[in-house]
Each structure stands twice: as structure tokens, then as C-alpha cells.
């Protein structure tokens, strides 16, 4: 799988599932620009810009994506990863946070595709990778506004391929389970006993682990990458069998 040639945008590419898709992309012969509110943990070398830039502001955003074209020359593949979590059931966000995980998680990938097309509309080998997750497709506790998030990218990822195929962009998702990234580690501070916590959401994926953010990356890439070239408008779920296998309860 080579992505030689080929120049990425990487959202949220200073942690986490962004930083190992910077990684492998930059591993797969791509130059790769990050856009993140914190650029700091980018990858550094002489194929990669980190720029700051905010996925809810379509002004950094346009100046992002103008600085991945005047380094680099062309915009190929766009990874559209950034995204926040909220958590609690359907009475627990209020209006405000609702209207901000939806501006950030779906809308900011509306915004940063839009910014982006019309470089991505010129490349002989576009491709948009949306980040969704299991959470799109299966019910999960305290998740509500975070799953109407996702479940929106899914649903919007099926539509741009439908109205980006004429122009020759492939448009994809992958679908994680729990990933072992600063954001889970985060979400684990606030229980009462993270590492029990960490035990039972390796416990719910089949695999009986967490997905590592660079499993998670490989599956982007090859999204990304000409390899793919016949695949459009998919969701790969990455989740170590959460979504489709129903395994009978092992003994404890
Ligand atoms: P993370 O918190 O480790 O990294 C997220 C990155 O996005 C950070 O660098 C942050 O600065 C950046 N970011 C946040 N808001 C931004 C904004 N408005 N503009 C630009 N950058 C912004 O999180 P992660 O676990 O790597 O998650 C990345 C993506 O993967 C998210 O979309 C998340 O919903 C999705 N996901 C994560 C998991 C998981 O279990 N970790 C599972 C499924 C899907």
C-alpha cells in the first residue's frame, strides 16, 4: 500500500487516532499536513507542517488547507478525524453542548471537505477518510449526543461519496471501537476505579483489548491509498469484532 506522491490533511493529527494516521501516512511515502487546535504533538521532518486550525472555523481552516497546498504544491487525501467526545444520556447535555459536539463532530467535517474540494476535485487520486465509530451503529450507555455525532458522520460519509463520485473523489469511513488514546485515558480519570473501568471496555470487544490507534491508522491509510481506488462510500469498522460477532459468555 503506497501513498507515494501523494499529499494528506490529517485534522486532529497532534494525538491520539490523528497522530498515528500522520505517522502511518507519512510511513506509506505521503507528506502530510496536520490541522489541529494543538499542533504540538504532530509528527516533525520535512514531509510534515502542523498548523493550528480549528475544524468549527471555517477561516483557519481555509488558511490550513492554503498552507498544505503552498508547501506541498496539491491536496490529495483528506483524513477528517478531529473530534470531541460528550458523554451522558439523552437528558444529560444541554443545549449548548449539543449544538457544540454537533458543530465540531459532524459539521467540521462538512466544513473542512468543503475547504478542501475544489484542490482534492484536481488530484488523479482523491480520497476523504471520515472518522466515525461504533457508536453509530450500536447502542451505547451514556453516549447519546456523542452516537448522534457519529451516526451523522456515517450518514454523511454514504451521501458526499454518492455526490463526490462524478468527480472522481472516494469517500469512506472507518468505524473504531474504544481505541487506546489520550481520550480514553481521560475518559478513565473521572470513574471511580479507571483501571477496573479500562478492564470492562477491553471486556466488550470480542478481542478481549483495546484497538490500538495504529491499527486504526492502517485501515485509513488503505482507505486513502490508490489501492482502494474501487472502494467508496464503506464503513470499515476497526473494533476488534464489537460491531458483528455475538461470541457465547466464556466463564470467568
Ligand atoms: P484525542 O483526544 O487523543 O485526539 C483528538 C485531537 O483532535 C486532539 O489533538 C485535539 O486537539 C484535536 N481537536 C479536537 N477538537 C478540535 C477542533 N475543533 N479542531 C481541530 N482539532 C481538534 O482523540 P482520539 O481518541 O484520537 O479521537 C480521534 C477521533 O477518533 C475522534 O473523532 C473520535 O470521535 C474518534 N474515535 C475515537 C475512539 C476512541 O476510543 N478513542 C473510538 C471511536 C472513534
Redesign the pocket.
Known amino acids: 500500500m503506497t501513498c507515494d506522491g501523494l499529499v494528506a490533511v490529517v485534522?486532529?493529527g497532534?494525538?491520539?487516532?490523528?497522530r498515528a494516521c500522520a505517522d502511518a501516512l507519512l510511513a506509506a511515502g505521503a507528506r502530510v499536513v496536520v490541522?489541529?487546535?494543538?499542533p504540538s504533538?504532530a509528527p516533525s521532518g520535512p514531509a510534515v507542517r502542523a498548523v493550528r486550525?480549528?475544524?468549527?472555523d471555517r477561516a483557519s481552516l481555509a488558511a490550513g488547507i492554503a498552507a498544505a497546498v503552498n508547501a506541498f504544491g496539491r491536496l490529495d487525501i483528506l483524513v477528517n478525524?478531529?473530534?470531541?467526545?460528550a458523554v451522558g444520556a439523552v437528558e444529560d447535555n444541554d443545549d449548548a453542548q449539543w449544538a457544540r459536539v454537533l458543530d465540531?463532530?459532524v459539521a467540521?467535517v462538512a466544513r473542512t471537505s468543503a475547504v478542501a474540494l475544489p484542490h482534492l476535485r484536481r488530484s488523479p487520486a482523491a480520497a476523504i477518510v471520515n472518522?466515525?465509530?461504533?457508536?453509530a451503529t450500536a447502542g451505547l450507555p451514556r453516549r447519546a449526543l456523542y452516537s448522534a455525532s457519529?451516526g451523522a458522520v456515517h450518514a454523511l460519509t454514504l451521501a458526499m461519496a454518492a455526490d463526490l463520485i462524478g468527480d472522481g473523489v472516494r469517500v469512506n469511513c472507518v468505524a473504531?471501537?474504544?481505541?487506546d488514546?489520550?481520550?480514553?485515558t481521560r475518559l478513565l480519570a473521572g470513574a471511580d476505579d479507571p483501571a477496573a473501568e479500562r478492564r470492562l471496555l477491553a471486556a466488550r470487544q470480542p478481542t478481549g483489548r483495546l484497538v490500538s490507534?495504529a491499527e486504526v491508522a492502517a485501515a485509513v491509510v488503505y482507505l486513502a491509498s490508490p489501492a482502494a481506488g474501487a472502494v467508496t462510500g464503506t464503513s470499515l469498522a476497526v473494533d476488534g469484532g464489537m460491531a458483528g460477532l455475538r461470541l457465547p459468555a466464556r466463564p470467568s
Open positions: 485534522t486532529g497532534g494525538s491520539g487516532i490523528g490541522l489541529d487546535l494543538d504533538g486550525a480549528d475544524v468549527a478525524n478531529a473530534g470531541i467526545s465540531v463532530n467540521g472518522v466515525s465509530s461504533i457508536a457519529k473504531p471501537g474504544t481505541v488514546t489520550p481520550w480514553v490507534a
